[in-house]
């Protein structure tokens, strides 16, 4: 008896063993059946993959590979067959007629195809499961046009005008169809409002043209005229001319808005910081003064006044040359600002403003230090603000030519505010001390460490000033060429400017030739400009272009010069022209995007 059951135990073990074993040798055969397919060598794939349809449990393993060799096959019915017998076997599975309507429509047999497609349609309309795997199996199979339907007929189904606007927006992305894109991203913005910020990045990374966002912007502006109540179309259209720097008719779109909500006018002061920080002063101008004189109470006047001076420092500061009256009336204004508002943290900002007029344009450098002393010495003051002091108060030692002073105040801050923007500004302080003093080594050192700065802006100045010491050191062993140039930037910083023109003249002297020679050119000019002599910076710019155009510098100096006949020497035709010229001769400079606005702004499609 118990060795019957013996027996019979050993049956049944090696009867379970029996489809383990097979599974394995099929997986084999898969897997060798696969590489042959890899490989092109569709005839010995089919015949594996033949043998191995046999067992239906290996059918989602090996079918896309199948239909594919089959399709390719020679024998035209040998595809039919295997899927209608699968479709029979599977009546449920849309994805085996599908790819039975493909085969169809390969062979121009489109009557059998366009009656399959139908049979989808009816099992998928009305379950958003079967939809989205339908649609992706065409998608797939390079079935565009159908995976599109799929989704707009279910869409019809539904009555929902916004559903699948995702999907559908991912595929008129790949057809390339972009108006249809952005129509079904502003869909899903209006079903989804939380994901506002998802569809800017989407729209932000796929419209790069500029007839792209002009297109979005005339489709927003249409939308917001015939529903001006919608928040979400008004926001749209701020943003999208924040990305054009059309920051007065953000402004514009933006003031209605606020009138309608009921505002305290955050959203403005927040346009007129991104027009100051992108140098359209006069945009920044224009908004602070309507919120100071349309709001009332609260902090947003206050800082709307703080932001308003800071907008016209910005301008004096450049518009060449300096004028020193403006200066002086920019200080009363600060002073006046804390006056009526007391010592507080908006006003600690503006007296910190103040001092650096008074050290940097008026020569009053022991008033600047003592206002920066009383700014870190204020109690409960926040400490980013005294930190940002004390790199002021490091500026001014350099200034007075103590840099020991400024050393110290820099490292200061390095530590305080270890791995933070601050730190790192304080860090680029220390490597352009270095930098200053020609001890190159040390800079580099300190500016290797800052190219991995989180900070975008400090991370390229780095990375500029990095470059500039190596690419003119390398074959100049002695660095007395680069020790000279760093003598006349820091003479610049120190606001001696005729000493530092003649400086660089000397040098185009004693180092002809010198790989230094574009960036002195274009050293020159910038001083001449700010010194108010247009026609000299002119020409040095010229000069740098005739033989340093394809340089680095290149696309710097030529802007300078679209910029110096627009904004100063205020020729119109001139400035168009080469505004023109530079997007054909630099397409990929960083500048593209504000010449490309200075020149429309010129011919009267941007009206500010």
């Known amino acids: 008896m118990c060795i019957t059951r013996f027996y019979k135990s050993l049956f049944i073990f090696f009867i379970s063993l029996s489809p383990l074993s097979l599974a394995a040798q099929d997986q084999q055969a898969i897997q060798i059946a696969n590489e042959y397919f890899i490989q092109g060598e569709y005839e010995k794939a089919k015949a ?35 899927l209608e017998k699968l479709i029979r076997n599977n009546p449920k599975n849309i994805t085996y007629k599908i790819d039975l309507e493909i085969r169809y429509k390969q062979l121009g047999r489109n009557a059998e195809a366009g009656k399959l497609h139908e049979q989808v349609i009816q099992e998928i309309k009305n379950d958003a499961y079967k939809t989205r795997l339908a649609s992706q199996h065409y998608y797939n199979n390079n079935e565009l046009d159908q995976a599109l339907k799929i989704y707009l007929v279910a869409r019809k189904e539904s ?68 529903s001006p109540e919608n928040k979400l179309y008004v926001d749209l259209l701020i943003w999208v001319n924040l990305q054009q720097k059309n920051f007065n008719a953000a402004f514009i ?87 009526e508002n007391g010592i ?45 002091s004390k790199i002021d108060l490091g500026d001014i030692y ?42 190159f080594a040390l800079a580099k050192a300190h500016l290797d460490v800052l190219k991995l700065a989180t900070s975008r802006e400090i991370a390229n100045d780095a990375i500029a000033l990095s470059q500039l010491i190596q690419n003119n050191t390398v074959f100049d062993t002695t660095g007395e060429a680069m020790s000279s140039y760093a003598a006349v930037e820091l003479l610049l910083f120190q606001n001696r400017k005729e000493e530092a023109l003649d400086s660089l003249t000397a040098m185009l002297t004693k180092y002809p030739g010198h790989s230094l020679t574009d960036e002195i050119l274009y050293l020159q000019a910038k001083i001449e400009l700010e010194i108010g002599r247009f026609k000299p910076a002119i020409e040095k710019l010229k000069a740098l272009l005739a033989s340093y155009d394809r340089d680095i510098l290149g696309d710097d100096a030529f802007f300078k010069l679209a910029t110096i006949y627009d904004r100063h020497l205020k020729d119109k035709e001139q400035a168009m022209k080469l505004y023109q010229e530079f997007l054909i001769s630099y397409p990929g400079s960083i500048y593209v995007a504000e010449a490309r606005k200075r020149f429309r702004l010129l011919r009267g499609d941007i009206v500010n």
């Open 48 to 82: 594996l993959y033949e043998d191995l349809t046999r067992d239906e449990r290996n059918i989602p393993y090996i079918h896309r590979n199948y239909v594919r060799v089959l399709n390719a096959s020679a024998e035209t019915k040998g595809a039919e067959k295997y």
């Open 159 to 226: 009555a929902d005008p916004n559903l699948y606007a995702i999907e559908l927006a991912n595929l008129y992305r790949v057809m390339n169809n972009k108006n249809q894109m952005v129509v079904e991203y502003l869909n899903f913005a209006n079903a989804n409002p939380g994901n506002i910020d998802q569809v800017k990045n989407m729209l932000q990374n796929y419209l790069v043209e500029e007839e792209d966002l002009n297109s979005l912007e005339s489709m927003l502006f249409d939308i917001v005229q015939k």
């Open 253 to 339: 779109q933006a003031r209605a808005l606020e009138k309608r909500l009921k505002g305290e006018g955050r959203s403005l002061i927040d346009i007129g910081l991104i027009a100051l920080e992108n140098s359209d002063y006069e945009s920044a101008i224009k908004v602070f003064e309507y919120v100071i004189s349309n709001y009332k109470t609260g902090v947003t006047p206050i800082l709307a006044k703080r932001f308003l001076i800071k907008s016209r420092e910005e301008f004096v500061k450049h518009t060449y040359p300096v004028d020193k009256d403006a200066i002086l009336s920019l200080v009363k204004d600060y002073e006046q600002l804390v006056e």
């Open 344 to 388: 507080n943290d908006n006003t600690l900002e503006a007296l910190r403003s103040k001092a650096l007029l008074h050290a940097f344009y008026l020569d009053e450098k022991d008033s600047a230090i003592a206002i920066l002393h009383q700014i870190i010495r204020s109690p409960r003051i926040d400490p980013e603000l005294s930190a940002g």
């Open 398 to 439: 350099v200034l007075i030519e103590e840099p020991w002073e400024s050393a110290l105040l820099y490292a200061q801050v390095e530590k305080s505010q270890k791995d933070q923007p601050l730190g790192y500004e304080a860090k680029f302080r220390n490597a352009r001390l270095s930098f200053y003093k020609g001890d």
